[in-house]
């Protein structure tokens, strides 16, 4: 089959117009999190439904299912072209989608927006009872929607609702991953806790002005590879990127001024995402051979810049001298070391998006037991908050004082966005293994971050995985690039080589 035959032609320019409408969407969300007047939300949650009514219309037109047949009939020379690999995901895609009553889609977006809200006001007042109502309808209808897309019968409905994000990801592989994970990160986090001296975060412990801390994070973004003339960097409660084509990625930050480090951060972890987003080729808009290929790959960029580079001694070796141009007197008696050290310390923490590396994946492991219980009946939401900290208490080891610093943390759920956080973990361990095999071929990437130049691992990353878009899926494209399957040992080789220096242990 070739790109000009008449049912490929056909479904591309109609998957354009869906993506057309796609991108529409997108950046009216952005807008809700950034700029819209808070009066607003109601009329928005309609234009969004509209969006979503239209494109779940368009994607579930009878002729697509009608031009992808007449692809798969003329088959295709290679099955990792262009052409196979776009038929190959819009045929899995058009499967899902036709299984979902529109009117089940357009509830999910309606609602969706007006919980976000409910949820944004009950954190604000550390209220979960403001938002139960809100997360009872997400779950009910999540529940449907599981329901809706099936299932195999050794599976759960959590599997259906995952496979939207991580395709072909279950519950029990999960959990077959993240139990060993769990005991090998609890032991190196109570070593270094018990034996160690702990770094002093001495970035966070500085008071800075937000609007400079802005400029620098920006200086930054744009040192490691963000394109400020394809992409935006603006400000949300809760960082994120998204964006509607390669020529316009959105991304947010947060500032507070006793936090430079986790501005830095969030900033460097959303930088990564947009690198993978503009740098994914445009081989035609709506199509998979123009898009990233799962989450977990996703969040794999994104921990990478943050994490590998970001918390390296060599990042530092540039990085730091760059603070007194920025902040003056204020930075004047910092230690380039005792930045660096600050920036790796290790503390169990209430809070999901302000934990280290070593602590990260023991909240995402809280999350995957909870809401895995809740698709599954076993638990309500309105016992969500007491399970959540009776969770923390046993992992972690904390006391939760209240709901925002508790179940009403994260934006997530109010979306609908079930079967999502195990990808972050997934990521992190995607991020350790291809950051050891660009290590490898790149000899010298350490003494270039040192230089500030970050181009050879991006254009690495780029050719090794940017590139590909959907061809591969998440675990085929790892052992493409680095020969092997997933493995947790990158990861704690990471941390292990990294946390015990500098605790001591
Ligand atoms: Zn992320």
């Known amino acids: 089959m070739k ?21 529409a969407a997108v950046v009216l969300g952005w807008d809700q999190e950034v700029l819209m007047p808070p009066k607003g939300v ?3 949650a309609e ?21 992808l047949s007449a692809c798969e009939d003329q088959g295709f020379d290679d099955p990792l072209s262009e052409e196979a690999v776009n038929v190959r995901e819009l045929r899995r895609d058009y499967d899902r989608s036709t299984k979902l009553p529109a009117e089940l889609v357009a509830e999910q977006a309606r609602t969706a927006s007006m919980s976000k809200a409910a949820w944004a006001e009950a954190r604000q007042a550390s209220d979960f009872e403001r938002f139960r109502p809100w997360l009872e309808k997400t779950i009910d209808l999540q529940r449907r929607i599981a329901d ?34 769990r005991e090998r990160l609890a032991r190196l986090t109570a070593e270094l806790m018990d034996v160690g001296v702990a770094p002093e975060p001495v970035l966070d412990r500085l008071t800075l002005p937000v609007e400079q801390q802005e400029k620098f994070v920006r200086f930054v973004a744009g040192e490691l590879g963000f394109d400020f003339d394809a992409g935006r960097l603006d400000r949300s409660t809760h960082p994120f ?8 990625v959105r991304m947010t930050t947060r500032f507070h001024d006793d936090l430079l480090g986790d501005a830095l951060g969030s900033t460097m972890h959303e930088t990564g995402h947009a690198i993978y987003a503009q ?10 051979m123009s898009e990233p290929v799962s989450l977990s790959i996703h969040e794999s960029q994104s921990r990478l810049w943050e994490n590998q580079v970001g918390r390296s001694e060599a990042f530092w070796r540039w990085c730091f001298p760059k603070l007194a141009g920025f902040f003056g007197d204020a930075v004047a008696g910092l230690d380039q070391a005792a930045v660096y050290r600050g920036m790796n310390r290790v503390q169990p923490s209430l809070i999901r998006v302000e934990a280290d590396e070593a602590t990260y994946n023991l909240h995402i492991m809280i999350r995957f037991e909870l809401e895995r219980r809740l698709i599954r009946g076993e638990l309500t939401p309105a016992g969500l908050p007491a399970a959540w900290n009776d969770l923390y208490q046993q992992t972690l080891g904390l006391d939760v004082p209240d709901d925002a610093r508790g179940c009403l943390q994260d934006i997530h759920w109010s979306m609908g966005a079930f079967g999502y956080f195990p990808t972050y973990t997934l990521g992190n361990l995607y991020a350790a293994q ?17 230089q500030g ?9 780029t050719e090794k995985i940017h590139t590909h878009a959907m061809r591969y899926r998440s675990a085929e494209l790892c052992e493409h690039v680095t020969g092997k399957p997933l493995s947790a040992d990158p990861l704690m080789r990471h941390l292990e080589s990294k946390l015990k220096p500098i605790y001591g242990v």
């Open 434 to 450: 291809f950051f050891e095999q660009a290590s490898a071929d790149l000899p010298g990437l350490e003494a270039q971050f040192a």
């Open 3 to 23: 790109s000009n035959d008449p049912p490929y032609a056909s479904l591309t320019a109609h998957m354009k117009e869906v993506g057309l409408l796609g991108g």
């Open 241 to 248: 990127c998204g964006g509607a084509h390669q020529t316009d």
């Open 453 to 461: 130049d970050f181009k050879p691992l991006r254009t690495w990353l």
């Open 279 to 288: 740098n994914t080729p445009d081989r035609g808009v709506g199509l998979p």
């Open 42 to 44: 109601a009329y928005r």
């Open 47 to 67: 234009q969004l439904a509209q969006l979503a009514r239209m494109t779940h219309e368009m994607s579930t037109d009878p002729r697509v299912g009608d031009w």
């Open 148 to 181: 809706a897309y099936g299932y195999p019968s050794d599976g759960e409905p959590w599997d259906a609702l995952a496979e939207g994000y991580e395709p072909g990801c279950t519950a029990a592989q999960v959990e077959a991953v993240f139990t060993p994970l």
